[in-house]
């Protein structure tokens, strides 16, 4: 029987694609030792993303619950998701650095790297920084449907990655647009052009086919698997551990998991979903539209919301639709984090304005100079290349410095001359009003459920009718419960 080890996606992709990512740090801690114990080969803890949300939204110090979730997971190695950092604007080389830096003194231990067009000199830069803080790096070979997108190109950027020898290869599917048919045409050829180099699978269940993708790569000789626990799992999220163990098993396969760890995980999950009214995830039903428009499915939601806002809602396929058309004059980018974004949002703007390109954004225009990746100065429709950069803020972007500032000049941009390099990297990405807002919430609070013995022992004696006094103290503790009227 030949083993299957597999990524847990939980804490991050999961409550990313289905939560909105507003799992907060007490809702982790509960459950971090079950993930470290379950024998997960990585977990998959945060992205550049997860660090604004945890403060502008969560009031909480990302730094904190890095250190705390690591501290708790000592046997497997934490993983980091290490595109962009700050995903809509430049990233300078200095705070990169400085991000992977400190995510490696933090705990991490590996990074899965994308580059939205799959290019070898983002590779590069990426994962020798990866390096230089002993980082594993994983390189995303991320998986697009297009004219462009053959089995050659893969073949050609699978070879390109193996030149910089990271530690894995990941074929990603953020859009969980591959099915069993091409997954059988696809994984060979990544196998014969990986050089010997582990290879996983990061396929999303958006289409509902998610799950059997798992099974025939695993059949075709992946031997790594990124899954989710539920209820953090199927929806728009990765296939369940459960159901995808539980398969592999009946195929004669060995997986490498402990699940009756793992039990306990989606039952807490399962009450904090309950709780706070999050979306459980379930497996979804085939449509055929994912693979004309390829927005990813939390997008969706962002499109129908900015329609909503000037009352134009109705128009949510009209918009899906002209996703298609401007994806094709963008030049077939991949739908994945920043260009996936680009797109959609060009085609909201020109469904409310009701010309094409009438209007633009900042970051499309930045995309036709080249900023999110050169290949889309050539790869554009020319003529809507020149309609965008045909106006004066055009002009005035093409005219900034893009200079590489030095750590000291960011210091002094940020007005953090003597803070730490973890509060610097915050001033880098957040306002000092959300920062101060998140420092006054104090530390992660804790999240308590009636799995806690204390919190169950309560549940079971607020339950009986001879009791009207329940006093429970220890050292630096005390609590009293009272039965209002008791005796009268």
Not at 135 to 142: E, G, S, T, W, Y
Not at 310 to 338: D, H, N
Request: proline share 7%.
């Amino acid at each position: 029987m030949e083993h299957v080890h597999f990524v847990d996606t939980t804490i991050r992709d999961g409550h990313q694609s289905l939560w909105a990512e507003r799992m907060s740090t007490g809702m982790m801690l509960p459950i971090a030792k079950n993930l470290n114990e379950a024998g997960f080969e990585a977990i998959e803890l945060l992205s550049g993303s997860h660090i604004k949300k945890a403060v502008r939204e969560l009031r909480e110090d990302p730094w904190e619950r890095i250190k705390r979730i690591c501290a708790l997971c000592p046997d497997t190695p934490m993983r980091l998701i290490a595109g962009r950092v700050n995903t809509f604007a430049f990233d300078p080389p200095c705070m990169y650095e400085l991000f992977i830096g400190r995510m490696a003194a933090n705990g991490i231990r590996q990074a899965r790297i994308s580059e939205p067009w799959n290019d070898l000199p983002g590779w590069t830069y990426r994962v020798k920084v990866a390096r230089q803080f002993g980082v594993d790096p994983i390189v995303n070979l991320i998986y697009s449907v297009s004219p462009v997108h053959t089995d050659e190109y893969y073949a050609e950027r699978c070879r390109q990655a193996v030149t910089l020898k990271p530690f894995r290869l990941c074929l990603k599917d953020p859009g969980g647009l591959l099915t069993p048919e091409r997954i059988r045409t696809l994984v060979p050829i990544v196998l014969k052009n990986a050089g010997g180099i582990p290879v996983e699978l990061h396929s999303h269940c958006t289409t509902g086919l998610g799950p059997l993708v798992a099974l025939e790569a695993v059949r075709l000789g992946i031997r790594t698997v990124n899954t989710g626990v539920p209820p953090l799992a199927d929806g728009s999220a990765l296939p369940s551990i459960f159901n995808v163990a539980h398969n592999l098993r009946a195929l004669g396969y060995k997986p490498v998991i402990n699940e009756e760890v793992l039990r306990p995980v989606s039952e807490h999950f399962a009450v904090v979903a309950k709780r706070e009214g999050f979306p459980v995830g379930a497996p979804a039903e085939y449509d055929y539209e994912t693979y004309l428009h390829q927005v990813p499915g939390g997008m969706i939601s962002n499109l129908g919301h900015q329609l909503r806002q000037v009352g134009k809602e109705s128009q949510l396929e009209e918009a899906l639709e002209e996703t298609s058309r401007v994806r094709v004059e963008f030049g077939y980018p991949i739908m994945v984090t920043p260009l996936s974004q680009f797109v959609g949002s060009q085609a909201a703007i020109n469904v409310i304005v009701g010309e094409r390109y009438k209007e633009v954004t900042d970051q499309v225009i930045r995309y036709a100079l080249g900023h999110f990746g050169e290949e889309a100065v050539t790869a554009m429709d020319q003529e809507v290349r020149a309609r965008i950069l045909d106006r004066p803020r055009a002009k005035e972007i093409k005219a900034q410095s893009r200079e590489h500032p030095t750590i000291a000049d960011m210091r002094r941009d940020l007005d953090a001359a003597t803070v730490s390099e973890e509060e610097l990297l915050l001033r880098w990405l957040l306002s000092k009003e959300d920062i101060a807002a998140m420092r006054a919430a104090g530390p992660a609070k804790p999240y308590v459920t009636t799995r806690h013995p204390l919190v169950k022992l309560m549940a079971e004696l607020v339950q009986r009718s001879d009791c009207n006094l329940i006093h429970v103290s220890k050292p630096g503790f005390s609590l009293k419960l009272e039965r209002i009227g008791a005796g009268r």
